[in-house]
């Protein structure tokens, strides 16, 4: 019995160590994400636009979103696959936000908060063009993105 059960300790032992490899060789073929600390990137919401940086380097980022308005407000952080921003806004003006969004992947959203408060979350950003999109409604109805309140991001690999 005690034979047994160091043997399958021991075999354990060599799985972990084989994923250990396994993921450290990974890390290091593909550069897309610099190994960094996480940076925090600010974002603020007002009545109908966001305060951020504009460009930023890939990596972990934690994004810190205050809602500096007087109303509610949203953050989806959407990144462009194939399409430039002006496509993509080109698009949404004439088909909608829906259609829009096909040629984008989300990497970020916190829901809506009210005035004066704070979001965190953490993403993992790669390199390319990307979108904050707040949709709350304003009072009378109307998503606030269709008043203007989108910004975009750049995420650099350098
Ligand atoms: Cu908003």
């Not at 019995?1 to 073929?29: E, Q």
Request: hydrophobic fraction near 35%; glycine fraction near 10%.
């Amino acid at each position: 019995m005690p034979r047994c059960l160091t043997s399958r300790t021991h075999l354990l032992g060599i799985a972990a160590l084989a994923l250990t490899a396994f993921w450290g060789c990974g890390d290091n073929g593909s550069s897309e994400t610099p190994d960094r600390e996480p940076i925090v990137l600010e974002v603020s919401a007002h009545e109908y636009y966001f305060l951020a940086a504009e460009t930023i380097t890939a990596g972990p980022t934690t994004l810190l979103f205050k809602n500096e308005g007087q109303e509610d407000h949203e953050m989806a952080l959407v990144q462009l696959d194939g399409v430039s921003t002006e496509e993509f806004h080109g698009r949404w003006h004439q088909e909608g936000l829906v259609s829009a969004l096909e040629s984008t992947n989300e990497r970020a959203y916190l829901e809506a908060i009210g005035p004066g408060e704070t979001g965190q979350m953490e993403a993992d950003l790669e390199d390319g063009e990307y979108v904050f999109i707040c949709q709350t409604p304003t009072p009378d109805g109307t998503p606030h993105g269709d008043k203007g309140m989108t910004k975009v991001l750049t995420v650099t690999s350098e």
